[in-house]
């Protein structure tokens, strides 16, 4: 077993909602396993919902030829006009990065992806990676560096996720159609089965419907956003790391970029 880790409990935290054994938690609780063949992939979420919250996991993504595969982390509600901030971790073959791609989704509509490459390889060691969710802004972290921010901007008309508790999700799955440079590599059964790791999960939250957790000052979290050290981080992500931002993409929206494009209000 390559996933050996000291902390955590995903006994106490999680459900396994798809994939029987194909997810696996070990080690006590301290870890967790999801493996993708051929008939299944496999995947978890959260007992608890909640209404903001920070939550971290550290994950080592698929090894070796991961083409096709997709190892998905995000928060989501119910319903058909659900909200939804999401990692997805798109596999690549041997030896070429992965892509990080994220979305914000609100009441059922997307449309606003970023992705990245990364400035390490994702599949040697655990690393961090982490969504802040609060009443201003949205922030999606790798390590602590922040790489992109969505902020609450409400009062130019767009859409912000208030009102929808969530839940995290994790699952890993096969996404061959579209994943890997639009589809064009399909994944290699051969090398399955594809297995991910995590550990160290941490959710800070306001359970349920919960809106004043923190009063006392005590979640910091909920007052979260970047510094001005943190922005230089960003910018730096930004500049040498990102590979496609809806806001850079007028062919796609030829109506018009969104909203929170055309203020240049996003960072």
């Not at 997709?70 to 939804?84: F, H, I, K, L, P």
Request: hydrophobic residues 35%; aromatic residues 12%; glycine residues 10%.
């Amino acid at each position: 077993m390559w996933c050996l880790v000291l902390a955590g409990d995903f006994r106490k935290d999680v459900d396994i909602i798809w994939g029987g054994d194909k997810a696996k938690i070990l080690q006590n609780g301290q870890a967790i396993t999801l493996s993708l063949d051929k008939t299944s992939g496999s995947g978890f979420q959260s007992k608890d919902q909640f209404l903001f919250g920070k939550i971290s996991t550290d994950l080592k993504l698929v090894p070796g030829n991961s083409a096709g595969t997709v190892t998905s982390y995000y928060v989501a509600s119910q319903g058909a006009m659900w909200d939804e901030i999401d990692f997805e971790f798109l596999g690549n073959l041997s030896g070429d990065p992965y892509t990080v791609h994220t979305n914000v989704i609100m009441q059922g509509k997307g449309d606003r992806e970023q992705q990245f490459r990364l400035w390490f390889d994702p599949t040697t060691d655990f690393h961090t990676y982490s969504i802040l969710w609060n009443p201003k802004t949205i922030i999606f972290y790798v390590d602590g560096t922040p790489i992109r921010q969505f902020k609450n901007m409400k009062t130019m008309n767009v859409p912000y996720p208030e009102r929808q508790a969530m839940r995290v999700h994790s699952s890993l799955w096969d996404g061959d159609d579209w994943a890997t440079r639009g589809g064009l590599v399909k994944t290699d059964w051969s090398k399955a089965p594809f297995t991910a790791c995590y550990k160290n999960y941490e959710v800070q939250d306001c359970v349920g419907s919960n809106v004043t957790c923190g009063g006392d000052g005590s979640s910091s979290w909920l007052k979260e956003g970047i510094d001005d050290s943190g922005m230089k981080r960003l910018k730096w992500v930004q500049r040498n790391f990102m590979i496609y931002d809806y806001c850079n993409d007028p062919k796609r929206f030829r109506l018009g970029l969104a909203s929170e494009c055309v203020a240049n209000d996003m960072i």
